[in-house]
């Protein structure tokens, strides 16, 4: 342990400067330009991720002349920096979309996942942390993308390994490194681990000392203010992100932000204004998206609003069955949770 003076340097990924070093992770299903918004409303997140975005897909999707992903919703046009997430195994496919990403879309950092531990992606297209069993091409893909991108960052993802009996995060780390990447995240779990058990920080640190040019973004578990002022204390990495924890607390970034500074945390949003942030992610999502799928997508957003606080689980029973706008506000009046009255003796 390190214990290292607070606060931390802004990052530097690249040519950007991420400040404050606390970034928004991708999370497929969840991170839209919806969700960035919000985010962004209160501020605190020196970077933003959209969604994995599948590079054989945008591909085709090219070739037969039909709109590109719904994940890229919003990118080409809202704020910076962001930083667009692509995944795939194959180099050329992946320099195809990075080269869009890059010079058409002009985001800030191409950055490609090989932590997903999902079938979908792992046993069936060989790609996401399949690939950390495959140095070689990870290499291949990193310095064909760091190629077609420039000056545009390329950053990489990874879990510490493919399981607990073969994790490699030090030497992938260092061909991520060679490789060109401008900065590494580490999400401190094995592909076999899923979510279970904690995130390894200890391990995460010892990254540190396999890198010599480019900075440690540190993963996993951090869900107060607190858990990051420890993180950045504690161990010795150049950033954090923040994934599950961020969902129905979108003003954690500000929190953690106003923590590192040595700031007062400021307190949570009430639970009136909760609601609010919710109905303004509820609108954004409809006008995308129109009202039926719309309020669809929106139940799982509402989940994690209500997440943890008296009355959820009721809540979620009901929202979980919305289908249109009056319900969902019907919904919303009649059980989102709500200040209690204080007991009096
Ligand atoms: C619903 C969900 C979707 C995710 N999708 C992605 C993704 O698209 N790309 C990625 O690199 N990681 C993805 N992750 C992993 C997170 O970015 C992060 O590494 C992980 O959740 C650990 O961080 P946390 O403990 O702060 O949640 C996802 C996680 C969740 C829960």
Known sequence: MSHRPL??????????????????????GFTNA?????????????LLATEMVNARGFVWMDQNEAEHPDR???????ARPLAVQIWDNDPETMAKVGVRLAREYKVSVVDINFGCPVRQVTEKAHSGSYL??????????????????????VTAKIRLGCSPESINAN????????????????????AKDMFRGHADWERISEIKQHLKKIPLIGNGDLDSADKVVAAFKNYDVD?????????GRPWLFAQAAAALRGDEIPPDPTLVQQRDVM?????????????????????????CYAQGKHGARHFRSHVAN???AEEFYSVVDQYFPQDRPAVIA
């Open 132 to 153: 950390l069993r495959e140095p070689d091409r990870m290499f291949a893909i990193i310095s064909r993308l760091v190629e077609v991108c420039a000056p545009t960052p």
């Open 322 to 324: 919305v289908a249109s």
């Open 72 to 78: 890229l919703w919003g990118v080409a046009e809202e």
């Open 34 to 46: 919806a969700f960035r918004e919000v985010v962004r409303q209160f501020g605190g997140a020196g």
């Open 171 to 190: 030497e992938v780390a260092h061909v991520v490194e060679e490789a060109g990447a401008a900065a590494l995240t580490v999400h401190g779990r094995t």
């Open 279 to 303: 109905l303004r992610h509820y609108r954004l999502v409809v006008d995308r998206f129109g009202e039926e799928k719309g309020t669809v997508l929106m139940r799982k957003y509402a989940c």
């Open 7 to 28: 606060p931390p340097p802004p990052l530097r990924i690249g040519d950007l400067v991420v400040d404050p070093p606390i970034l928004q992770a991708p999370m497929a």
């Open 239 to 247: 950033g954090v992100m923040i994934a599950r924890a961020c969902l």
